[in-house]
């Protein structure tokens, strides 16, 4: 771990992974150091944006004195998402898996999934699970268009796309949730630590 000062009001953490992420953003969140006004997790870092006059020397020696431990999330709030497994490359994901589509659909039900961060759109989050299996390659050629609520898999992740969009992850499915809503407080349903379920429907 590296912490780093970022400006006046802000202290920037360096881990070594996303598991690493995901574990301190959780114990910051579980414990947040006084002054600290949000956490902002990324794939390696988390920032820490500290209120106005509050020491930002104090928040990263509380920091370093942090000892998280992965996947311990037992306070995440939890939010349920219905899918239907239709997905165009759900056929794809099943040979590359090797599952079989029923398969694919049981392994991506069954797992846990954290947000770990949010980013290439207002509402995307993205999500880690605990089954390597799942992990496939994004498409070779991105698509120009994915709709609103397409479920999908790249890499070691899983998300859902807030919002019609171009994309390049493999379409497993589709949900009625609205997982971005300005009308919403806070708009984002998935948030940074934030578990969440798929129930197949």
């Given amino acids: ?36 006004e949000e956490l902002v997790p990324a794939a390696r870092t988390v920032l820490l944006r500290v209120s106005p006059g509050h020491d930002t020397a104090a928040v990263a020696a509380a920091v ?4 998280p431990r992965p996947r311990h999330l037992a306070a995440a709030e939890e939010v349920e998402i219905p899918v239907r497994y239709d997905g165009a490359d759900l ?32 509402g995307f989050g993205y999500l880690v699970g605990d089954d390597p299996r799942l992990h496939v390659p994004r498409r070779a050629e991105a698509r120009t268009r994915v709709p609103a609520g ?41 948030r940074p630590g934030v578990r969440v379920r798929f129930v197949p429907v």
């Fill in 64 to 67: 370093r004195a942090l000892r």
């Fill in 91 to 122: 056929p794809d994901i099943a040979a590359a898996t090797g599952l079989g589509e029923s398969g694919v659909v049981a392994a991506h039900s069954s797992a846990t999934w954290t947000v770990a961060f949010c980013g290439f759109a207002p």
């Fill in 150 to 190: 397409s479920v999908a898999l790249a890499g070691g992740f899983t998300g859902v796309y807030p919002r019609s969009s171009p994309g390049g992850w493999q379409l497993l499915g589709r949900t009625d949730t609205v997982v971005w809503d300005l009308d919403r407080d806070p708009p984002g349903l998935l």
């Fill in 1 to 36: 771990m590296r912490v780093l000062d970022c400006g006046d009001t802000g202290v920037l953490v360096e881990v070594a992974d996303l598991d690493e992420v995901v574990a301190l953003h959780a114990a910051l969140a579980a414990q947040p150091p006084p002054g600290v």
